[in-house]
């Protein structure tokens, strides 16, 4: 089956980076692209970014550019997310997402929990 | 505040049919495919409902989308116990160029 597996926890202090890992299975992983969204405790879905793991290309909401950058290994099936200049307002639950360019996701990675913290 | 308006909290009791709106502008749900999805307690987000009323393999027709001008509706009837849970709608937002979605309604199965 179609499936996610995200990198676990991680703890940062303000002003660090973090890169979190989401690695495809069951399907071609060049023929979706990967999504990501977070998620803080108590609140809604905030798109990020995605990324065509084909061809490199990514596209994310302004609020992130500068700090986010999308990679990955196509010979791991593997998308990468790392954020830089971490703030405690950054602090949420990430997840990736596969998809077709900009529309639905399906499925999700299960998310990670990345807290920022002094 | 988010871009798409869901209402904070609907209720219903088992076996009822429960709807929930979302409502946009021209930019978002007026010009682009919606999907909802079901988060339940302590769980990722599941695709429910893509392209304003398609199902997913393996979702029950109990769950339903429509999409009337810039606002869309997720139905849910046979309500059970399990269908308790978060539902988020979502769509592209070409004046704002980003993905938004609602702020989420919080559905209890009286």
């Known amino acids: 089956q179609v499936q996610l597996v995200q990198s676990g926890a991680e703890v940062k202090k303000p002003g660090a980076s973090v890169k979190v890992s989401c690695r495809a299975s069951?399907?071609?992983?060049?023929?979706?692209?990967i999504n990501w969204v977070r998620q803080a405790t108590g609140h809604g879905l905030e798109w990020m970014g995605w990324?065509?793991?084909?061809?490199?290309?990514?596209g994310s909401a302004q609020k992130f550019k500068g700090r986010l950058t999308m990679t990955r290994d196509t010979s791991k099936s593997t998308a990468y997310m790392e954020l830089s200049s971490l703030k405690s307002d950054d602090t949420a639950i990430y997840y990736c997402?596969?998809?077709?360019?900009?529309?639905?996701?399906?499925?999700w990675g299960h998310g990670t929990l990345v807290t920022v913290s002094s | 505040q988010s871009v798409l308006t869901q209402p904070p909290s609907v209720s219903a009791a088992p076996g009822q049919k429960v709807t929930i709106s979302c409502s946009g502008n021209?930019?978002?749900?007026?010009?682009?495919?919606v999907s909802w999805y079901q988060q339940l307690p302590g769980t990722a987000p599941k695709l429910l409902i893509y392209d304003n009323y398609k199902r997913p393999s393996g979702i029950r027709d109990r769950f339903s989308g429509s999409k009337s001008g810039t606002s869309a509706t997720l139905g849910i009837t046979g309500l059970q116990t399990g269908d308790e849970a978060d539902y988020y709608c979502?769509?592209?937002?070409?004046?704002?160029?980003?993905?938004?979605f609602g702020g989420g309604t919080k559905l209890t199965v009286l």
């Open positions: 990324m065509n793991p084909n061809s490199g290309n990514t």
């Open positions: 021209n930019s978002n749900i007026g010009n682009n495919d």
């Open positions: 997402a596969r998809g077709p360019t900009l529309g639905w996701f399906d499925p």
């Open positions: 069951g399907y071609t992983f060049t023929t979706y692209d």
């Open positions: 979502g769509t592209w937002d070409s004046s704002l160029g980003l993905v938004v």
